[in-house]
Structures are given as structure tokens and as C-alpha cells.
């Protein structure tokens, strides 16, 4: 097989791998946009600080999430503060830096050969106080948050989008969706 067909090309919609026999088939199938970096970007990377956390159940995959992020973040965009935050949803709303890693090369190499998560997790976001994190995502600076789980994990980043909305700051949050449980949508 060549390797152009083998990768999607630039501006291309990914479809599930399903086989269609009919047109009209394909054209109700879900579309995703192609992965990746992007050219046009909303945040300064040098004034973007970024918080990494995995929550919720563990599941395989989740290192590889975080060396990723980490990878294309530094590496792509040119993002120079990275941090983990342990224990999930908890290490957000405990006192800074007690469960923050400043990710680097030598804490992120070869994590993606392990098993479970080299931040943690913990499991309910509704036992932690969100306006507790919220102001511990504040006072620390973080312009974005990556959340790694499962529809837990998601409903919770709801919460947390609501929360900063109604203060008017300016932080991103991204869930990036992991499950065993299959109770995310979309997600095989």
C-alpha cells in the first residue's frame, strides 16, 4: 500500500472505518476533522500555561495521552509551561505545587510503555470543591486545562466551564476522552 493512502490528507474528514453500500449511508456517517497541529492558533504559546491531568477510572492509553500532549504542545507549538497535576480533580484543589510536575523530556520519556497513568488518578470530580479548583487554576495562571477520562471525568469539565464562564476568565478546557466503560460517545 502507498503511504498516501494510508494517512488522511490535509483539510480531509476521517469517517469511522465502516464499510458503506450506499451513498446515502455515507453521507449520515459522523465526521471528524484530521488531528493535529494547527497554523492558526487563538493563544500566545509563550504566554500559555497548560495543566494536564487524568481522572476518573485508569485505562490503557492514558500515558501515551499525556507524552503526546506534552510532545505536541512543546515541541509544535513552542509552549514552554507544562504541568501535570496529580490525583486528578483532587490535585487541582489542593495548595500548588504539592501535586504539580513540571513536565519535561526526562519525566515524559518512555512513559508511553507503562501501564495506567504517572500522574494518578482519582475517581468522583463531585467530592471536590470546583470553586476551589477554579481559583487554584487562577491563582496559578493556567490558560489551559487538558482533562484526560471517562463521561465522570467530561460531566465534571462541564461543571468547571460553567463555572469559568460565569467569572469571565480566560482558560480552555479540553477533555480528552478515555473509557473501558464505553459511556463516551463517539468513542470506540
Excluded at 77 to 82: A, H, K, W
Excluded at 117 to 137: W, Y
Excluded at 144 to 163: D, N, P, S
Amino acid at each position: 500500500m502507498h503511504l498516501q493512502k494510508m494517512f488522511s490528507p490535509e483539510g480531509a474528514f476521517v469517517l469511522q472505518e465502516k464499510f458503506y453500500k450506499h451513498f446515502t449511508e455515507l453521507q449520515s456517517g459522523l465526521k471528524f476533522k484530521r488531528a493535529g497541529a494547527r497554523k492558526e492558533i487563538y493563544c500566545d504559546p509563550k504566554q500559555t500555561k497548560v495543566a494536564i491531568a487524568t481522572c476518573g477510572g485508569i485505562c490503557p492509553g492514558m500515558n501515551v495521552v499525556i507524552r503526546a500532549l506534552y510532545k505536541c504542545l512543546k515541541n509544535e507549538y513552542g509552549v514552554e509551561d507544562i504541568y501535570g497535576v496529580r490525583w486528578g480533580f483532587y490535585g487541582f484543589a489542593t495548595d500548588f505545587p504539592k501535586h504539580w510536575i513540571k513536565l519535561d523530556d526526562q519525566k515524559t520519556y518512555g512513559i508511553q510503555n507503562n501501564g495506567g497513568s504517572m500522574l494518578g488518578t482519582s475517581g468522583d470530580p463531585r467530592v471536590v470543591d470546583k470553586e476551589a479548583i477554579v481559583k487554584s487554576l487562577e491563582d496559578q495562571g493556567i490558560t489551559q486545562v487538558y482533562l484526560i477520562g471517562g463521561a465522570g471525568t467530561h460531566k465534571g469539565l462541564r461543571e468547571l466551564q460553567m463555572l469559568i464562564r460565569k467569572k469571565q476568565l480566560k482558560i480552555s478546557l479540553i477533555g480528552i476522552p478515555t473509557t473501558i466503560d464505553n459511556n463516551v460517545p463517539f468513542v470506540d
